[in-house]
Every structure is written in C-alpha cells, then in structure tokens.
C-alpha cells in the first residue's frame, strides 16, 4: 500500500484508539469510517498500479497514462488529506451540536436521586 496512505491510516487509528479509551464513540466511529475510506483508496491503488504495469507489458501507453494519472489523483487527495480535521471534526461536532439546556434536562431525568424524588 502507498506510504502516505499508510502513514495517514496510523495516526487515524491512533486518534481512534485514544477516543475509544476516553469513551468518544461518536469521534471512534469517525475515524473508522475515515480509516475504511483510506483503506479502500489504497486497495484501489494497488489495483489501478497492477492494471498499469499490464498495460505497460502490452504496451498500451495510452491507458498506462490515465491510469498513471488516476493513481496521481487518488495519491494527492490521501496526501492533503487533513488528519488533525478528520480527528477534530466529531468532537466539535458533537459539543456544538448539545445546547446546554437540553444536556441538563437529559441529565436531571437520568438521574437516580431525581427520579426518586420525583416518585415519592
């Protein structure tokens, strides 16, 4: 797989992890999706390399040449792929998208001691 699809896909598992060990399900499951998406560009990658190597064997220049570029394309958008927005993007999010009213409301009626309060 290419070096910087490699690279990019290891600090991506990394923030998983991190979110994963702090209970950040929302952020984790981002950055899976994120990693599956890399994943598959470099599967693709590699098969769009195999498919120009054959058609460099045949010389069929023509298509060595789209599929050089299609590799260029995929290759550049992993490159400028922003890992610290992918990382950061649930995390905003998540805390913008809770008005505080509604996180306390949620949390006086989750909350044990209130429920049996409000019961007695």
Request: zero cysteines; glycine letters at 0%; hydrophobic letters at 40%.
């Amino acid at each position: 797989m290419d070096e910087v699809i490699q690279e990019k896909v290891r600090v991506l598992n990394e923030a998983k992890m991190k979110a994963v060990d702090e209970e950040d399900f929302d952020r984790a499951k981002h950055l899976k999706d994120a990693v599956d998406k890399l994943m598959m560009a470099g599967s693709q990658m590699v098969q769009l390399e195999m498919q120009k190597k054959l058609a460099i064997e045949n010389e069929d220049f023509d298509s060595a040449k789209i599929l050089k570029f299609e590799i260029e394309r995929m290759r550049n958008l992993a490159f400028n792929l922003d890992t610290e927005r992918v990382i950061l993007a649930p995390l905003q999010q998540s805390v913008s998208s809770i008005k505080p009213s509604e996180h306390h409301r949620s949390q006086r009626q989750d909350d044990p001691q209130m429920i049996s309060e409000h019961n007695a």
